[in-house]
């Protein structure tokens, strides 16, 4: 089983928006600190957002400031990734990875493809 499960990707126009999600099935996620990630071919992984668990400091890569919020709902176990303003450079893969203390779990990755 993947630790961590990412949806809500998909094909977008240029300036469209998508949300996307990431859920632990088997735990809970309220105690880390979850990253989004995004990897487009011919390119290494790089961060796009983090969130740390309760009310901690949130950051954004520079590349998405003002167009992608980070937000996180315990009682749903999920963390999002709203988009908005998308860009043809914003194609790729999306990865969440949770981290606490000393364990680190990533998910599948969901494709988001910005193209008109």
């Known amino acids: 089983q993947v630790p961590l499960v990412e949806s809500g990707g998909g094909l977008v126009q240029p300036g469209g928006s998508l949300r996307l999600s990431c859920t632990a099935p088997?735990?809970?996620?309220?105690?880390?600190?979850i990253g989004w990630f995004r990897q487009a071919p011919g390119k290494e992984r790089e961060g796009v957002s983090c969130i740390s668990s309760g009310d901690g400091p949130i950051y954004y890569a520079d590349g998405v400031k003002g167009r992608f919020t980070i937000s996180r709902d315990n009682a749903k176990n999920t963390v999002y990734l709203q988009m908005n303003s998308l860009k043809p450079e914003d194609t790729a893969v999306y990865y969440c990875?949770?981290?606490?203390?000393?364990?680190?779990?990533w998910g599948q990755g969901t494709q988001v493809t910005v193209s008109s």
């Open positions: 990875k949770a981290v606490y203390q000393w364990s680190a779990y």
């Open positions: 088997g735990f809970t996620l309220d105690y880390y600190l």
